[in-house]
T-cell receptor, first 116, second 113 residues
Framework: AQTVTQSQPEMSVQEAETVTLSCTYD???????LFWYKQPPSRQMILVIR??????QNATENRFSVNFQKAAKSFSLKISDSQLGDAAMYFC?????????????FGQGTILTVHP | EPEVTQTPSHQVTQMGQEVILRCVPI?????FYWYRQILGQKVEFLVS????????KSEIFDDQFSVERPDGSNFTLKIRSTKLEDSAMYFC???????????FGSGTRLTVV
């Protein structure tokens, strides 16, 4: 079974600084997707960024970028120029596709605090 | 931008009662899901639904749970006889075919007393 591990229960960063959230996963599949979701206090799940495993290039979305190391099964999220609105719980998630209908397996989450 | 709509946002029910959680997916989505998040814990997969039938379900999704999409729009999760441990946030999600990501609804907070 696939597992996703986020080893940092909590992280903090100063406004305008950069922070990196860690995620590792375990799978025997070769075709899969990785996601980072943000969950603010409202508890809505908001997609931050997505990475297809077959792509070597790391995904970027404005201030958010990932470091995808397929051999190491590592998928970290870097937030640059942190803003107060970035404060939230962040979940790393794995999704297998191909012949599967797809389902997300989530990590335990990392609470990010942004200090002004 | 299209949204996945969930109702109600918060429901309180007595133990043993039946509850129905409702979701209106985005119209061009083909795959539908329910996830659960117990307070302070990670998000867990419950069930996936495609072509009007369950495609996969987790160990959590026992005989007390059922899903249906009766009219081609609403996607519902029914819990027949709620238990205290069913108290959680329930998220509906959907996606298109192919490489699309998942869109989540804003969730229903279920409190069983």
């Amino acid at each position: 079974a696939q597992t996703v591990t986020q080893s940092q229960p909590e992280m903090s960063v100063q406004e305008a600084e950069t922070v990196t959230l860690s995620c590792t996963y375990d799978t025997s599949e070769s075709d899969y997707y990785l996601f980072w979701y943000k969950q603010p206090p409202s508890r809505q799940m908001i997609l931050v960024i997505r990475q297809e495993a077959y792509k070597q290039q790391n995904a970027t979305e404005n201030r958010f970028s990932v470091n995808f190391q397929k051999a190491a099964k590592s998928f970290s999220l870097k937030i640059s120029d942190s803003q107060l609105g970035d404060a939230a719980m962040y979940f790393c998630a794995y999704d297998v596709r191909g012949t599967s209908y797809g389902k997300l397996t989530f990590g335990q989450g990392t609470i990010l605090t942004v200090h002004p | 931008e299209p949204e996945v709509t969930q109702t109600p946002s918060h429901q309180v029910t007595q133990m043993g009662q039946e509850v129905i959680l409702r979701c209106v997916p985005i119209s061009n989505h083909l795959y539908f899901y329910w996830y659960r998040q117990i307070l302070g814990q990670k998000v867990e997969f419950l069930v996936s639904f495609y072509n009007n039938e369950i495609s996969e379900k987790s160990e959590i999704f026992d005989d007390q749970f059922s899903v249906e999409r009766p009219d081609g729009s609403n996607f519902t999760l029914k819990i027949r006889s709620t238990k205290l441990e069913d108290s959680a946030m329930y998220f509906c999600a959907g996606r298109r075919a192919g490489l699309g990501g998942y869109t989540f609804g804003s969730g229903t907070r279920l409190t069983v007393v």
